[in-house]
């Protein structure tokens, strides 16, 4: 059975600092739903209505162009362990980059990754667990280092080329501002 909270518990801050992965969920109000896996430690609790990740480079940055549009915004955290738990954070989202005056408050909460693009903050409006009785138990094995590698080889005026070509608009052509003054 769902279960609401106007935020997060203590216990479900611990839920989610025992993750190895987290889901991102947008849509733009006309266009596609983005729904993205996100791994490496790039997750953070800043309070109990405030989270945040890292936002590395990646392919597209749908993301950043439908948090442009109009902020809303779900992470999903799901347990693949022997005890069930699915939990949903609902909110505004918000994006920050390296340009922007909160970067350098915020930046300390995360390590430091070659490649990273933004900081993406959700502040909590609401918070549902669910069961998780219908999901498969997974063992983590390791995670991939693919990603930090591809950045490291391209280096930082390749990420910026890259950012040029690939993460500038949407699939649906929505602006990113990734790069806007």
């Avoid at 935020?7 to 989610?16: A, G, N, R």
């Amino acid at each position: 059975m769902a279960k609401f909270y106007p935020s997060l518990t203590p216990e479900l801050i611990h839920f989610i600092e025992e993750q190895k992965m987290f889901f991102t969920a947008t849509a733009p109000t006309e266009g596609r739903i983005n729904l993205s896996p996100k791994g490496i430690d790039t997750f953070r609790c800043l309070n109990e209505q405030t989270v945040g990740y890292l936002d590395l480079t990646g392919s597209g940055n749908e993301t950043s162009a439908h948090l442009e549009e109009n902020g809303r915004m779900t992470i999903m955290f799901c347990s693949f362990s022997e005890k069930p738990l699915i939990l949903r954070l609902y909110g505004q989202g918000k994006v920050i980059r390296p340009r922007d005056k909160k970067w350098s408050e915020l930046a300390d909460h995360f390590p430091t990754y070659e490649g990273e693009r933004q900081i993406i903050i959700l502040t909590v409006t609401s918070v549902q667990t669910s069961c998780g009785f219908g999901v498969p138990i997974y063992e983590h094995q390791k995670n991939r280092d693919t990603l930090i590698e591809w950045a490291k080889k391209k280096g930082e005026t390749g990420i910026y080329d890259y950012w040029q070509q690939k993460n500038q608009e949407s699939i649906d052509g929505l602006a990113t501002k990734l790069l806007a003054e």
